[in-house]
């Protein structure tokens, strides 16, 4: 997958003939946007990505990790959608929002103004104190790609410690300890919870199955080990004690970017950019938004990429909309959503309201919900 440095011109507002939409992240909220980007340009809209690099999928990332997928299946070159089009790619990052002058300032040092603007910029891990290069955060999702090589590469047996037990911290310690098994790799994992279960938002009988499955497959779960700093190779717990580590990872919870609350915009207690029912913020009519990053006004809902998805092709609409001049429209979530965590060993965890199991059925149907997402999205 190819990337490329990109040398930032913003042209001064009288040289600037049509309206521009921006999209700052490539996420999944924008790929549908992305890939009809000719839409855009066939109606006289400019439109221009910034993104400091190419999609990686969320649904795959923990099986490239555990060495189910390659890499390279994990990621769609979405600077590539939008220059076939005739849009721009701007490989950069967003450093400041300036909703009051429509201006967006980036890394490089530019300022780009839009007409209208979309944030899918998803969400990022607090680095713990004293963290070194062997402590792995979980966000970007480049990053598990680099721990599996990491892990293919040591010698001797290695312990892996995962400070986080919500689903992703589940998924990596079952997807290491599958992938060393793969590799035949000798060594420990362990799961580090800040309460007493895995999972401590689920049901009681769904954490239950989660933490009997880990143990089984040779996973520590260690309770009321909330991670409070990193000297050297070991992790400080809050409460007293250490655990030393080669490889660490940190997926002590997400949250959004900084740059959203410091916007001026309306975020809630977590930063969080807030929404309509138009995915347009409550604070700037011209500033839209999806996925992690967002949150709706009347009905704040999980941070699950099924709901990112399903922004997405009301999200494209309704910046062409706002562009244009037309009615926008209104966004529906879903009342439940399936969701079905990998397990690295060819089976999946599955929960759909009140129901739930464990299953290599619910591994192929997750496997093949995910291919057939980014089928839709390779580029010939």
Known sequence: MRTRAVTVTVQPDECRAMQRAVLVGAGHAHLYTLKRAEQFVRRGFEIVLVAPDVFWYSGLATGVLGGIYEPALDRVDTGRWIERAGGRWLQDSATALDPADHCVELASGGRLRYDVLSLDVGSEVASIPGSGERVVNIKPLANLARLRGAI???????????????????EIAANVRALMGRRGLRGEVTLLCAGAEPLPHARATVRAKLAAFLRGVGVEIRAHAPVASVAGNRLLIRNGGEIPFDFAVNAT????????????????????????????STGSESVFGGGD???????????VGVYAIRQAPVLFRNLIAFLAGKPL????????????????????????????????????????????????????
């Open 152 to 170: 293919e590469g040591a010698t001797g047996p290695i312990r892996v410690v995962v400070a986080g037990a919500g689903p992703s911290g589940c």
């Open 253 to 280: 919870g997400l949250e959004p970017p900084p740059i959203l609350r410091r916007s001026g915009m309306p975020v809630d207690t977590e930063g969080a950019l807030v929404v309509n029912h138009f995915l347009q």
């Open 329 to 380: 429209t209104t966004f529906r979530p879903q009342k439940r959503y399936l969701l079905i965590l990998n397990l690295g060993d060819g089976s999946g965890l599955a929960t759909w309201g009140g129901w739930h199991w464990r299953s290599r059925w619910a591994f192929r149907w997750k496997n093949h919900l995910d291919r057939r997402f980014l089928a839709k999205y390779r580029i010939a």
């Open 293 to 303: 990053c967002v949150t709706m006004q009347r009905r704040p809902l999980d941070k």
